[in-house]
């Protein structure tokens, strides 16, 4: 097989294309997002917002159909109130952050799947959980561009903001930053890119765009902005490399990008020369007194 049939052929194809560009859009303000996510270990609260769009889902789905747009509001109020409302407890009751998103998601998820059961037409469940990136439509690519640039516009005009809030979010509040609407703006952001990406890759595989660069980045830097960077070429690639895989070895899409980025992952773990296993493992070596 030459290099043309192997690589570029594939593109010849729109629905290729499409689904490349997509993964593309959704990996560079994935890739952002994460970063602050893994760094403010947040990850399982991404995990929460994730699945509490269910029931947002539920209720347009109801009331307007397979509308592209009613459902991006649906699941965006329903991600929305999941955010707010566990600022809010933690903030006016003695329950902490994560303990707040942990209750409100099974609350949501739960009324989602009643929803879901009693619906004329029943959504199918493993589109809303995997995706389809293949199935990429024209509206639904214009969301994902429309979301990777107020992420990344986001990132460029509040970098300091989003330094500080990440990294000393006390020092941020005690030198007069909004530190509470800087994190409440970051959930908001983090729910618009979810919902970007539930119908192309999934609320499941989502988070493997997000996260898998972002921890693989940590890895290897200890700059914050190379970190951005390096996780977002890391979501670009992974996404190239693992739609081409999908086409030629008739995998799932997004299950094929995840496991490109979770290969990039476990190498980097292993081999990282600062950060990895192995190099910890001769650090220590090094370090232990002869016998």
Request: aromatic share 10%; glycine share 10%; proline share 3%.
């Amino acid at each position: 097989m030459s290099l043309h049939d192997l690589v570029l052929s594939p593109f010849s194809y729109e629905f290729m294309r499409r689904g490349l560009l997509s993964a593309v859009l959704l990996g560079t303000s994935g890739g952002l997002i994460g970063c602050v996510l893994v760094l403010r270990r947040m990850a399982l609260m991404g995990d929460a917002l994730s699945h509490s769009l269910l029931p947002g889902v539920a209720a347009a789905w109801f009331f307007f159909g397979t509308s592209t747009t009613a459902l991006f509001f649906g699941g965006l109020a329903a991600g929305l109130l999941t955010a707010l409302g566990s600022a809010l407890l933690s903030r006016l009751t003695r329950v902490k952050e994560d303990a707040a998103f942990g209750s409100l998601f099974i609350v949501f998820f739960g009324a989602g799947v009643a929803l879901v059961s009693k619906l004329p037409t029943r959504i199918n469940l493993t589109d809303f959980l995997f995706g389809n990136v293949l199935g990429v439509s024209a509206g639904e690519l214009r969301l994902a561009a429309a979301v990777c640039f107020v992420t990344v516009a986001v990132f460029v005009i509040f970098y300091r903001s989003v330094l500080l809030e990440t990294f000393d979010p006390v020092f941020n509040r005690a030198t007069g930053g909004r530190g509470g609407l800087v994190h409440l703006g970051f959930l908001t952001l983090t729910v618009l890119n979810l919902v970007a990406a539930m119908q192309t890759m999934g609320i499941v595989l989502a988070l493997g765009l997000f996260l898998l660069p972002a921890v693989s980045a940590y890895l290897w830097c200890d700059r914050f902005i190379t970190m951005l960077l390096l996780s977002v070429a890391f979501a670009v690639a992974d996404s190239v490399v693992g739609i081409l895989v999908s086409f030629h070895a008739g995998l799932a899409s997004g299950a094929a990008i995840v496991l490109c980025l979770g290969a990039v992952f476990v190498f980097s773990a292993l081999f990282s020369p600062r950060h990895g296993a192995i190099g910890a493992v001769r650090i220590g070596a090094a370090r232990r007194p002869p016998a």
